[in-house]
């Protein structure tokens, strides 16, 4: 069926920007209809990976199901992959086959791990990005606190946030029964923290006695090994999970769009996407710099913060408004430091250990999607209490 101004409005990907545009859309009177097309049967909350882990969090609490979340919301679910999107006839195409009409889309597929043509990455190497990648880990470590060989060793590739996050959390998983080495191809660890967050993390990898190396470009990753550097020193590793990079993995867009060197498609200000009509994008698959021309992070921030603001601006452009650029509010920075302990920079406020752990678990509550859903998770929480 041809494209007309009822049609649906799209949403490609259920992720934080993805579900968040969808949800606050939902909530605008007189809406178009709307469609999110999904492929996992479960949104994933991210920032609570680690504890889920850990075991600290169970995963119907972190990742709720989208029929649950979007019922009575006014929110159709599709569950199927977007395969192209045909920008000038205004049809969507699917994995499974099906051809939708849409009057706006969203284009939210987040990203996925970027493993700089590191030969040895895709075949060995663990990601940490979804449920499954949490249920090998977990079997892993399992194994290693069995096994008890001397001299296990897990190797975390990537300084950034979730590379320390994740080593953190697996050297006190592991107790003791592996070492945890941490490697980082720059200078130092966490570039971007804010500076009490970076300290107070250099800590908590100090106390856990994770192995920090930086200066320490892999240059390849082999089922036992990895390489390191120009010399290839070589590493035994019993398993090498890999956190150095992302890349944006927008489906294919018909004609094509601009793209910047992570695959992010380039935006307008208002999340329109260059030069497409009816066409918006945003979160991690979204290329868009701020007032003073530095480009927006990719984190679930931003999105989140993307989400309320392409929900006006869609509407705005049904109505045939000017569009709002959108403008982040830097609220602060959490990490998760391992068992109880984490550190916050918000609000001029700076916190470390488990009080930092417990109001950085509390403000994430606030963040979940659905209310009822927040409720029950809140409910399971004081009750554990
Ligand atoms: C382990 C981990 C911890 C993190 N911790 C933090 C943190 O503490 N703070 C922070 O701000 N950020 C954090 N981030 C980053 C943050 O989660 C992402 O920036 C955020 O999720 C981006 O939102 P998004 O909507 O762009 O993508 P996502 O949330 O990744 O969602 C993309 C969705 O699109 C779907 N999809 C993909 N392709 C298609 C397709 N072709 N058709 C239909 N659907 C598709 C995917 O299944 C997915 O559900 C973390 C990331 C990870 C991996």
Redesign the pocket.
Known sequence: MPATPQSPVVV????????FTALALAEQPAHRPILL????ER??F??L??ELLSHELRSWEIAPRYDALLAGRGVAWLQ????RVDTSGHLIH?AAGRQIAYSQVVI????STESFGVPGVAEHALS??SLEDVQRLQALITTLQQRQRPLQRLAVVGGG??GV??ACKLADEVKGSALVELLEQGPQLLPGAKAFNREQALLALQRRDVRVRTRAAVSAVGADHLLIGPQAERLTVDAVIW?AG?RA???CLDPHAPHDARGRLLCEQDLRVQGVEDVFA?????ALDDAEGQPH????????QQASCLAANLMAGQRGEPLKTFKFQDLG????LGRGDACLTAAGLTLAGRAAFELRKLAYLTRLPGRSHRVKVAAGWLAHW
Request: proline fraction near 7%.
């Open positions: 490609v990907g259920g992720g934080f920007g993805g579900l097309i999904e492929p996992r949104f994933l991210l920032p990976l680690y199927d992959r977007v395969t699917t939210a597929s987040g990203s940490f990005r946030a979730s996050e994740l956190t992302i993995q927008p489906p945003l979160g991690d698959v979204a992070a990719s984190n679930a921030q931003v999105a989140f920075e959490m990490m998760s």
